[in-house]
T-cell receptor
Framework: SQTIHQWPATLVQPVGSPLSLECTVE??????LYWYRQAAGRGLQLLFY??????ISSEVPQNLSASRPQDRQFILSSKKLLLSDSGFYLC?????????????FGPGTRLLVL | AQTVTQSQPEMSVQEAETVTLSCTYD???????LFWYKQPPSRQMILVIR??????QNATENRFSVNFQKAAKSFSLKISDSQLGDTAMYFC????????????FGPGTSLSVIP
């Protein structure tokens, strides 16, 4: 069966510091991968998605970037965090074209920028 | 562009009763997917139920069922025999049948099950 991991679970960082959040998927090959951000009490905002190694698409221009160095690894980064980067970050995976169209989510990372 | 609307920001239901959460969407596509996700206080997003637009039969998963009205672009979720563990945020979502299966989420409905 497939599983998705995210770490760290919680992170408190000062403004201006770098960020690296990691997401890995087990039990499937060539998944589509997604990064979402959720502000408190709000819906999900798609940040980045990837359909393959090295292929990253950005949905919202901002202070963040994403990379996919391996088939089942997806990394969210920032060189200098802003207060507005605080939130709950969710990674998700899904099958590609021809799949059931469902996304499966990891446990999330709570990020607080002070 | 596709949009998903959930007009009920908050709802409550007595334990063991039935509740229906509303969702409408806007699209010009004919083939797509619709989903209901549950986010309990742990904030883990959990898939509750999925509907494929080409299927006329409404999807069911145990106590959860949907009323899919394609012409009206409506996709409501019915929870029967509500349990305390059903307390959560519920998100309606729309997915296009594309190479990257982009999903658009509604703003959510906060459901409280009252003992």
């Amino acid at each position: 069966s497939q599983t998705i991991h995210q770490w760290p679970a919680t992170l408190v960082q000062p403004v201006g510091s770098p960020l690296s959040l990691e997401c890995t998927v087990e039990g499937t090959s060539n998944p589509n991968l997604y990064w979402y951000r959720q502000a408190a009490g709000r819906g999900l905002q798609l940040l980045f998605y990837s359909v393959g190694i090295g292929q990253i698409s950005s949905e919202v221009p901002q202070n963040l970037s994403a990379s996919r160095p391996q088939d089942r690894q997806f990394i969210l980064s920032s060189k200098k965090l802003l207060l507005s980067d605080s939130g709950f970050y969710l990674c998700a995976w899904g099958l590609g074209s021809g799949g059931p169209g469902t996304q499966y989510f990891g446990p999330g990372t709570r990020l607080l920028v002070l | 562009a596709q949009t998903v609307t959930q007009s009920q920001p908050e709802m409550s239901v007595q334990e063991a009763e039935t509740v229906t959460l509303s969702c409408t969407y806007d699209t010009s596509e004919n083939n797509y997917y619709l989903f209901w996700y549950k986010q309990p206080p742990s904030r883990q997003m959990i898939l509750v139920i999925r509907q494929e637009a080409y299927k006329q039969q409404n999807a069911t998963e145990n106590r959860f069922s949907v009323n899919f009205q394609k012409a009206a672009k409506s996709f409501s979720l019915k929870i029967s025999d509500s349990q305390l563990g059903d307390t959560a945020m519920y998100f309606c979502a729309f997915g296009r049948q594309t190479s990257y299966d982009k999903v658009i989420f509604g703003p959510g409905t906060s459901l409280s099950v009252i003992p």
